[in-house]
C-alpha cells in the first residue's frame, strides 16, 4: 500500500489483523494517531509507515510487540519523546524516527538496534 495517496487514520480496529506480519502504508498521507491498538498485533515484524502525516506520540504499547524487528517512522508528524517500552520486549534491529519533531533523550534500552536513525 505503498505511495498510493491513501489519506485519513489508521483505524483502532487494525488490531483485528492479528496474523498480519508487515503493516506497510509508506509514502501516503496518513493522518492522526498510530493506535495503541496495535501493540495487540502479535506477528508484526515490520511496521513500516514513513513518509506520512501521523502524529501525535509513539505509543508504548508497541514494546508488546516481541516479533517487531524493523519499526520505520521517519518523516512524520510525531511528537514527544521515544517510549524506552519500546525496547523492552521486541527485537528491534532497525529503527527510525528521523525527521519527526521528538524531544527528549535517546532510551539506553536502544542499544540493541543495528541501525538507528534518530533525526537527520
Known sequence: ???NQLSGTIPREIAKLRNLNVLEASGNK???NLPS???LM???DKILLHDNKISNTIPSEIGN???LRYLRLGTN???GSIPPEIFA???LTFFDVSNNKLTGSIPS???QCDRLLIRE
Open 109 to 111: 534500552e536502544i542499544g
Open 37 to 39: 491498538t496495535i501493540g
Open 89 to 91: 520486549h521486541t527485537n
Open 30 to 32: 496518513l493522518t492522526g
Open 77 to 79: 508528524e510525531l511528537i
Open 1 to 3: 500500500m505503498n505511495d
Open 42 to 44: 502479535q506477528n508484526l
Open 65 to 67: 510487540l516481541s516479533n
